[in-house]
């Protein structure tokens, strides 16, 4: 059986408009994780899509930062220039972000089971995979050019996510 699996089915996103200029659209999103854990904070997911104006069908770049807070960065600065050029982006906050890291967790790091870090990649590739979901149902984004690009640790996410979803 592929660890990746999860139950499909209507993906249940809530957005809402934070940010817009001229050129874009910023919303903040959450949805229920489709892999929940013991840990509530957990399983919410959060993120940020950037919507591009005046285009139709945008590609899609799903970013994904890395170990921690700071990893984040990249992802904005790049969502920015991406959204400009008419490539929707999706900052995906994975659980290795303190907004859904539990405090069991964090006061043990890095000395997690391996166990608890094979966990860690498997929720982190099926909330990449119902961002996919969601993306292919939206009018606004051409489901045939979707991305996902991950920053350091994210790296393994993405080959992972790349590897098993044929849609990305």
């Known amino acids: 059986m592929n660890p990746y699996s999860y139950a499909g089915g209507e993906p249940r996103f809530n957005l809402q408009l934070k940010e817009t200029t001229s050129r874009w659209l910023r919303y903040r999103v959450d949805f229920p994780s489709a892999h929940p854990t013991r840990y509530e904070e957990s399983n919410t997911v959060w993120g940020e899509y950037f919507q591009p104006r005046r285009v139709e069908h945008a590609p899609l770049a799903i970013l994904?930062?890395?170990?921690?807070?700071?990893?984040?960065?990249?992802?904005?600065?790049?969502?920015?220039?991406?959204?400009?050029?008419?490539?929707?982006?999706?900052?995906?906050?994975?659980?290795?972000?303190?907004?859904?890291?539990?405090?069991?967790?964090?006061?043990?790091?890095?000395?997690?089971?391996?166990?608890?870090?094979?966990?860690?990649?498997?929720?982190?590739?099926?909330?990449?995979?119902?961002?996919?979901?969601?993306?292919?149902?939206?009018?606004?984004i051409d489901k045939e050019r979707i991305a996902?690009?991950?920053?350091?640790?994210?790296?393994?996410?993405?080959?992972?996510a790349i590897g098993i979803d044929k849609r990305i």
């Open 148 to 160: 996902v690009v991950g920053i350091s640790l994210c790296g393994f996410i993405s080959a992972i």
């Open 64 to 140: 994904i930062h890395g170990w921690g807070d700071r990893s984040v960065i990249p992802c904005k600065l790049l969502a920015r220039a991406l959204v400009r050029r008419g490539i929707a982006c999706f900052i995906l906050y994975l659980v290795f972000h303190s907004s859904r890291m539990p405090e069991a967790i964090r006061n043990r790091l890095p000395a997690l089971s391996p166990e608890e870090w094979f966990e860690g990649y498997r929720i982190s590739v099926i909330n990449v995979r119902q961002v996919v979901d969601w993306a292919a149902g939206r009018a606004d």
